[in-house]
């Protein structure tokens, strides 16, 4: 049986389209903090790998140049000990961006809501 255009307009207008505003809060919060949390968590991971942070602090105590000395190994432990020193403030650094990036993502219908209520307030 074949539907008639005001059928489909009047199924589109009430079930798709004011069901998807209706949905929209749930998949926000739930899938899409999901996948906002995995984006973020691989973006830090992306950070270490691109830093080599793990690299620098699994040798630390290795010495450099294949020097075995107590000089050698002393200027090379002191060497990565700086190099690992700024390479984690670099992975925490954008951490923090991350996380802030991550709050804006949860806050950010929140704010919407409030900006809408607030600028409609004026129009009333």
Do not use: C, H, K
């Not at 389209?17 to 973006?43: E, K």
């Not at 923090?96 to 950010?108: C, E, G, M, P, T």
């Amino acid at each position: 049986m074949a539907q008639t255009t005001a059928a489909l307009a009047a199924r589109y207008f009430f079930v798709d389209l004011l069901g998807g505003i209706a949905m929209f809060p749930l998949w926000w919060y739930s899938r899409g903090t999901a996948l906002t949390l995995a984006w973020a968590r691989r973006s830090v991971g992306g950070a270490s790998r691109a830093t080599g942070f793990g690299v620098w602090a699994r040798n630390l105590f290795v010495p450099m140049f294949g020097e075995r000395g107590a000089e050698g190994r002393i200027i090379s432990f002191f060497m990565r000990l700086v190099m690992v020193i700024f390479r984690g403030a670099a992975v925490a650094a954008w951490t923090v961006v991350v996380a802030a990036l991550v709050l804006a993502y949860l806050f950010a219908p929140v704010a919407a809501a409030a900006g809408i209520v607030f600028n409609a307030s004026g129009v009333l």
